[in-house]
């Protein structure tokens, strides 16, 4: 930058200067981008900006400037650069949660689950029925919202997660009904589980040489047929007595 001149006569001498240009070298991985990309020349003292934005059902992960985390921003300004410098953008991909529930048996999934877009999901719901004493629960379905369908009435359910979403399993309350005779005689509805709610209608018929008394347990009716709700667990038995003959 010195220079020498001998005065041997009349000289014009011009110094000529330059801007300092530096690099800035921006970087995105898979799954998104940034603008301006590769190696970006920028002058002492300038300013610029780059854009970084994520494919779709991604997202940015974090952005490193100079090797420094300055978080999972869509966009970054260098101030006044005065070196080179170094920006690189790293992606995701997006996440749902997946909520299931159920009052019965063991669900899988259970609970709340984080799970990445696309990912492919079969439920289920074991255990069903779930018996406690004369009163049981029985798995009828399910109920769904986001990517899960809205109903159905199996207890495995399959289907692609692209949003959030619940899952919760139903289930219905069954009761027991002890059906039985007192005499020579039967009954149109045997031993079983019915559903809470529901009205069974039940017929006594009486054997050979007999006849229908009246009913005992659930209903102390006398007609032969009945219809009992079942808001619980019944008892039910039909009696019956022998004919009786007078031989005058």
Known sequence: ATVVIPMDGAKVLTANFAINVY??????GANGS???SGAVAVDHGSSTNFAISANANYHVADVLVDGVSVGAVTNYTFNNVTSNRTIAAAFTIDTYTLAVTTPYGSASPSGTT????????????SG???VQGTTQRVATGWTGTG???ASGSTTSVTFTITNTSTLAWTWKTQYWLDTGTNGNGSVSVADAWHDAGSNVSVTATAGTGWHFVNWSGATNATN???VIP???AKVLTANFAINVYTIT
């Open 224 to 226: 032969a047929t009945v």
């Open 147 to 149: 990517s899960v369908p």
């Open 230 to 232: 079942m808001d619980g």
């Open 23 to 28: 690099t800035i070298t921006a970087s995105a």
């Open 34 to 36: 940034i603008s301006p």
């Open 128 to 130: 069903s029925p779930v």
């Open 114 to 125: 984080t799970n990445n877009y696309g990912a492919g999901i079969t439920a289920y719901v």
